[in-house]
């Protein structure tokens, strides 16, 4: 999603589920569709399988911090790339220092810091599985001792709704100047399914058809914000960024959607993927995706 005119400002704290992994499976449970929820969350339509997303927000205490913090990932990336872990996608970034990037997310002081993360899972019951990983509970270990951490990581977990993670099995390239752009559109009241109806049309008839660089193009929402939509995309570089958001196409879909959502209250970042990702649709795909 290429930057929009009217934009907000960079909130000072986001809209969270859980600030601790430890807490991942309870906060997950919390936020999956049950019985109750409105038919928007719980339809087929909205969620045509169990997967699930793990939106992490990391906050080290300095660089040096989230170097530690980078190395500890990578340690443990072994894992998520097994089939063992049941994970499809595992990518993490750094936010983007390219000038004039939107920033919205993240406030001024804690740009160099931040590390974001989407881990997408076949179903809720492979983050609980992790808990149990020595890794997991080392690296845990370790951020608490070497206190790395300035609080407790923000977790928040969407579900895939529209659009595309990746076109097959994989949606590589990884790092090596993959843009990650993360936007968070908010609708008007009963909105939400026009605004997804036009997306997945777009992702579908366009960008996945005509825009090869486009490597991801996804949509989820999430029952505790019935409002709001997430968009997770990713770029093969900055050209194809730029070349998106200049087409026609793209300039009629956000025309589209502008009278259903609050187009002032629309939220970007641009990140850089680190190089120890993969992204797809999948388990397994990650050990294939080794560097």
């Known amino acids: 999603m290429s930057d929009t005119k009217n934009i907000a400002p960079a909130p000072t704290e986001g809209d969270l589920d859980s600030n601790r992994r430890s807490d991942a499976t309870s906060t997950i449970k919390s936020t999956a569709p049950s019985p109750t929820e409105s038919d928007s969350d719980t339809s087929s339509t909205l969620h045509p399988n169990n997967k699930i997303a793990l939106l992490c927000t990391l906050h080290p205490t300095s660089k040096d911090a989230r170097s530690k913090v980078l190395s500890l990932l990578d340690r443990g990336s072994s894992y998520y790339r097994s089939t063992q872990s049941k994970c499809t996608t595992w990518t993490y970034f750094t936010p983007s220092t390219r000038p004039k990037a939107p920033s919205q997310l993240i406030s001024k002081d804690k740009h160099d810091l931040v590390i974001g993360g989407m881990e997408i899972y076949t179903d809720k019951d492979a983050l609980s599985t992790q808990q149990n990983e020595s890794w997991f509970q080392d690296f845990h270990k370790q951020v608490k001792a070497d206190g790395l951490y300035e ?13 595309f993670v990746s076109r097959g099995d994989s949606a590589a390239p990884f790092g090596q100047g993959t843009v990650v752009m993360q936007a968070v559109f908010t609708c ?16 579908a008839s366009w960008v996945e058809k005509n825009e090869p660089d ?8 999430r029952p505790k914000a019935p409002n709001e939509i997430l968009v997770f995309e990713r770029y093969k570089n ?35 993927e680190l190089d120890n990702a993969f992204v797809g649709n999948v388990v397994g795909q990650g050990e294939k995706a080794k560097l």
């Open 188 to 203: 008007k009241d009963g909105q939400r399914e026009k605004v997804l109806d036009v997306l997945g049309q777009y992702a």
């Open 238 to 272: 900055h050209k194809a960024l730029g070349a998106h958001g200049s087409t026609k196409e793209f300039k009629a879909m956000f025309k589209a959607i502008a009278p259903h959502i609050e187009v002032k209250q629309t939220k970007l970042q641009e990140w850089m």
């Open 214 to 221: 486009v490597l991801t193009y996804c949509f989820m929402t």
């Open 151 to 163: 609080k407790d990581e923000d977790l928040v977990a969407w579900y895939p709704a529209a659009g």
